[in-house]
């Protein structure tokens, strides 16, 4: 659980999809509990149980079907990194 203590100011959770739905809200919960200040992002996009990650806190979801520029610029933005 290291990603808890990270001072990194975005963390990438990276699993199966079983993880995901079995762990992935318990632990963006506690994420976003101690760490008010920093992105959750997913590598995946488990449809079964993204609506439940979202509410928990995942604020992004990297899969091949996204926009990596776009998100990418989004990430920038809100992490003061461009303006926007």
Same mark, same amino acid.
């Given at each position: 659980?290291?990603?808890?203590?990270s001072?990194?100011? #975005? @963390?990438?959770? /990276?699993?199966?999809?079983?993880?995901?739905?079995?762990? &992935?809200?318990?632990?963006?919960?506690l994420?976003?509990?101690?760490?008010?200040?920093?992105?959750? @992002?997913l590598?995946? /996009?488990?449809?079964? /149980? #993204?609506d439940?990650?979202?509410?928990?806190?995942?604020?992004?979801? #990297?899969?091949?079907?996204i926009?990596?520029?776009?998100m990418?610029?989004? #990430?920038?933005?809100r992490?003061?990194?461009?303006? &926007?």
């Amino acid at each position: 659980m290291a990603a808890l203590d990270s001072e990194a100011n #975005i @963390v990438v959770l /990276c699993g199966s999809d079983a993880n995901y739905e079995a762990f &992935g809200a318990s632990f963006a919960e506690l994420f976003s509990k101690k760490n008010k200040d920093k992105l959750l @992002v997913l590598a995946g /996009c488990p449809q079964a /149980c #993204i609506d439940s990650l979202s509410k928990a806190g995942f604020e992004f979801f #990297i899969s091949a079907q996204i926009n990596a520029v776009e998100m990418l610029r989004t #990430i920038q933005k809100r992490l003061n990194i461009i303006n &926007g």
